[in-house]
């Protein structure tokens, strides 16, 4: 009887030694399972647009940016960077600049940074060029294969870049293109997890101005946001440019947007748009052609009034950052931007120090 008890206890004894360090290990790790699954729940279901918001290195909230700017690399750039930085630009869209050439060096000198328009190129590439003329894209199951995977390389090669503060994915219409969309978002937050600076997605949709006393047609818009979705698109864009059959004068232009805003708030919300979380910038117009482009659409001058209105009026209806078009985008006969116009720049400066102290009251 002895015996048996002995072993009984001896037998208790190695059990509890050889249980109680799994037991120990599991209390440990459990509270970081259910961590990583409801982080990894989040990263599936609920976009946020602050993961393009570096902790440390740079804050994109409250910025301003110009498309285009310094798009090659000639005599020209250094200079035209620092002009931007004296108009407050930091930041602007651009295609993949590879670390340590000498253009990603004078990005770094003027502490500018760029939205990735990569995987934009990379959706317009599997597309075709006729399919985004025609605004008819839809990627097939191939085609969707092939972009995902453009998108998956080109995360691995930039994962770790400080200068790219989010990625550039639509811009205005191309076609039916929300699940590929949805897709590339998706690649893009499960590289977050794993990259040291988070970012963000940036969908493009355009709305023309209204004149004064007239709105402008919203068929344009009404199709092309049908690709916006939450799980698509962290961040989105709005363009709203005077461009019609004729140009007119300033006057005629309601840059304040006061109908336009809330018809494209509106429309954005029926598909699932919640302000509160998923940002918007303002893409004021500091361009025009005076002669009429390819679709035989003329450009509005806008007065240096008209532009710091219409960033103003971004700014009180929420946007957290503005970026303007465009800068020496073409330097043709007939053709000003906010690089070589004087009354673009100062309208410029004036809607900066106006959003700037809509932002201040706002934190």
Not at 69 to 79: E, G, H, M, P, R
Not at 294 to 320: D, F, H, R
Request: charged share 15%; hydrophobic share 40%; proline share 3%.
């Amino acid at each position: 009887m002895f015996n048996k008890a002995w072993h009984w206890y001896k037998t208790r004894d190695l059990f509890l030694k050889l249980l109680l360090p799994i037991v120990i290990i599991l209390i440990i790790c459990m509270p970081i399972a259910a961590q990583f699954a409801l982080s990894t729940q989040n990263f599936a279901q609920t976009p946020n647009y602050q993961l393009y918001y570096h902790p440390t290195k740079y804050t994109f909230l409250h910025k301003v940016g110009v498309f285009s700017l310094a798009q090659t690399l000639d005599k020209t750039t250094d200079s035209q960077l620092a002009k931007a930085r004296s108009l407050g630009i930091s930041f602007t869209t651009h295609t993949y600049i590879i670390p340590g050439t000498p253009l990603y060096i004078l990005f770094e000198k003027y502490h500018m940074h760029y939205l990735d328009v990569s995987p934009l190129l990379y959706l317009e590439s599997v597309c075709g060029t006729q399919a985004v003329a025609n605004s008819t894209c839809h990627l097939g199951s191939a085609q969707e294969k092939l972009f995902l995977s453009e998108i998956s390389k080109h995360l691995q090669d930039t994962k770790n870049d400080p200068l790219i503060v989010g990625y550039y994915t639509l811009d205005t219409y191309i076609g039916n293109v929300q699940n590929s969309l949805t897709d590339s978002h998706l690649l893009i937050q499960k590289a977050n997890q794993f990259s040291s600076v988070k970012r963000g997605t940036i969908c493009g949709f355009y709305a023309p101005l209204d004149n004064v006393n007239e709105n402008a047609s919203r068929s344009y818009f009404d199709q092309a946001v049908a690709n916006y979705a939450p799980l698509a698109c962290d961040s989105v864009a709005i363009f709203s440019y005077a461009v019609s059959g004729n140009a007119v004068d300033s006057s005629s232009i309601d840059w304040s947007m006061t109908n336009l805003l809330p018809y494209v708030f509106a429309k954005l919300q029926s598909n699932g748009w919640d302000q509160s979380k998923n940002n918007i910038i303002g893409v004021s117009q500091t361009y025009v052609n005076t002669q009429k482009d390819q679709s035989q659409e003329a450009w509005t001058a806008p007065t240096a009034e008209a532009i710091a209105l219409q960033m103003e009026s971004y700014c009180k209806n929420g946007a957290v950052n503005i970026l303007t078009y465009a800068w020496g985008s073409d330097m043709s006969s007939g053709v000003d931007d906010l690089q070589n116009t004087s009354s673009f720049q100062n309208g410029f400066i004036n809607g900066v120090a106006a959003c700037s102290k809509i932002w201040q009251i706002g934190k």
